[in-house]
């Protein structure tokens, strides 16, 4: 069943004898005064990598099947959604997508200078599988075995998931297009990729060999990590719905070849946006074996003053009871799709049913949270219009900024809701409004890559040409980072190539320095030679 159930068949194997293979991860032992870096745009450029390869090692596929330049009868196993996955996956470094090498990467002087005070990996001192009665539990070799946690999308989540998310999501979508070729319906075919992960398979189930048998851990984390690997295998050829957001997919043909689509190369969460809550073992908690049931909570329980100050919510408010319980139950579906979750969330192993929790908390003073953020400002972020309508009607002050001096505006910029800046526009908000450092929501838009809002924030009167306190322009922002289509949008809304010329080094020159030749070309074409 391809290279991936291969390879995890052969991890569980030998996970019983060498141990080395079977991980653990544990985020209820956290960094108390420490902070992880963002590691989403790392890697979601390494995907990137591998999506150009794999385009162009099916180009080459192709070319020498051509006839006169036409497609013949061998070219055609070249189109098929299987295969492309199937080469995607065999194009992947082992930095991507297996812990040690990563680990070992992000852990390397090189990568930790680039977040210079923050964490690229942790691994707690001590973690919830250890307890003087594992001794007695023949699954604990394999836990000893840890992994560390990382942050990717702002969530936390362990570096076992991305080894889950690559090979299991190619397991799970090679038995999806299998079913869809014996002509079952996607619905049916997505519940034979589940069916994998939680029926009797001897090695690659979460019932089996893959977790209980050998770790005894039943991960819904897991599962549902493997569930989301088998949308982003999909998303290659076709268009999938995550996050509730419908994304076109990454590879288009043109012609008798593979492109890589527009989305493909510039979405700078081409991976981070397929991480959400499912992948944190905290909100998402296992099943455990009866002899680990009570062993984990007395883990958890010496936890659990530091786990509930350190999953405040973005509000910076602590969770009650409730809360916890609502965020567990929701992430037993992937947005309403069954990924093959086991457990009851107000009985399973977990801060719900292991701290004191309170029911209610005090009301806060003020009009916003701890970082003077307020429901506009949050509304405006979540590009939830209706929300933002009822927050305006309530009287909210558009252009209320938070600690950082960002307003509504600057929130909605950041998320890249257009409709959102409309709203606000319409309400008098203050489009070129200054944050911390002049930066306004032009050039955190630009910055971000949001093509529509870009062109929202103009068409609202946003200035072109601004600069922040570093003399630094929208179109910098954009170019630097190459984003073609904001960089187009916003020479149409009248930013001036050469405004952005700094301390005598042109525009295009910055770009090219940061590895964007093409785009770099193309502006000098636009640009006044330098006297």
Same mark, same amino acid.
């Given at each position: ?37 963002? /590691? ?90 250890? !307890? ?14 840890? *992994? ?22 190619? *397991? ?50 897991? /599962? ?70 009570? *062993? ?7 936890? *659990? ?40 969330? #107000? ?63 600057? #929130? ?37 890559? !949001? ?81």
């Amino acid at each position: 069943m391809q290279r991936c159930c291969s390879i995890m068949f052969w991890v569980a194997v030998t996970a019983a004898p060498v141990v080395v293979w079977a991980h653990e991860t544990d985020q209820y032992s956290v960094p108390v005064g420490r902070e992880y870096a963002e /590691l989403g745009p790392y890697f979601s450029d390494g995907y990137r990598q591998v999506l150009i390869q794999a385009a162009a090692t099916l180009n080459g596929q192709i070319a020498a099947t051509l006839r006169d330049g036409q497609p013949t009868a061998a070219t055609e196993r070249f189109y098929a959604p299987a295969y492309v996955a199937s080469t995607f996956y065999h194009a992947i470094p082992l930095w991507v997508d297996w812990v040690e090498p990563i680990e070992s990467r992000l852990l390397a002087p090189q990568q930790r200078a680039r977040f210079p005070g923050l964490l690229t990996v942790y691994h707690p001192p001590s973690w919830i599988y250890h !307890h003087w009665m594992l001794l007695l539990d023949p699954t604990k070799l394999p836990r000893l075995v840890r *992994c560390g946690t990382i942050t990717v999308n702002g969530v936390e989540i362990g570096t076992d998931k991305l080894m889950h998310f690559a090979h299991m999501g190619q *397991c799970y979508v090679q038995v999806y297009y299998r079913a869809r070729g014996e002509g079952k319906s996607v619905e049916q075919a997505m519940q034979a990729a589940v069916d994998l992960g939680t029926g009797p398979n001897p090695f690659l189930s979460e019932a089996t060999w893959l977790g209980l048998m050998s770790t005894g851990v039943w991960s819904n984390s897991d /599962l549902a990590v493997n569930y989301v690997g088998m949308l982003f295998f999909r998303n290659l050829t076709e268009t999938v719905r995550v996050h509730g957001e419908n994304l076109p997919p990454m590879l288009v043909r043109e012609g008798s070849f593979w492109r890589v689509s527009a989305r493909g190369m510039h979405d700078r969460a081409l991976f981070s946006r397929y991480v959400s809550g499912h992948w944190n073992e905290v909100f998402n908690p296992n099943v455990y074996a009866p002899l680990m049931d009570g *062993c984990v909570r007395d883990e958890i329980r010496k936890r *659990c003053n530091i786990v509930t100050d350190w999953y405040r919510d973005r509000h910076l408010r602590l969770r009650r009871k409730a809360d916890f319980l609502q965020r567990m139950e929701e992430l037993s579906t992937y947005y309403g799709a069954d990924y093959g979750y086991r457990g009851d969330p #107000a009985e399973l192993v977990s801060v719900v049913t292991v701290c004191p929790l309170p029911d209610e908390l005090p009301d806060e003073d003020g009009p916003g949270d701890a970082l003077g953020r307020t429901e506009l400002w949050w509304a405006a972020g979540d590009g939830d219009v209706d929300a933002l309508t009822r927050a305006l009607t309530d009287g909210a002050d558009v252009n209320a900024a938070d600690i950082d001096g960002e307003t509504p505006l600057h #929130a909605a910029a950041r998320g890249g809701h257009a409709s959102a800046i409309a709203r606000l526009a319409a309400a008098g908000v203050d489009v070129n409004a200054r944050a911390l450092y002049g930066t306004t929501p032009l050039h955190v838009a630009a910055r971000m890559g !949001h093509a529509a809002a870009v062109e929202a924030l103009l068409a609202a009167g946003a200035d072109a040409n601004v600069a922040d306190d570093f003399g630094v322009t929208p179109l910098e922002g954009a170019g630097v980072h190459g984003y073609r289509a904001v960089v187009e949008n916003l020479m149409a809304g009248g930013a001036q190539v050469d405004a952005a010329r700094r301390d005598g080094v042109a525009l295009s020159e910055r770009v090219r320095r940061a590895g964007h030749a093409d785009l770099a070309g193309w502006l000098a074409a636009h640009e006044v030679p330098a006297p």
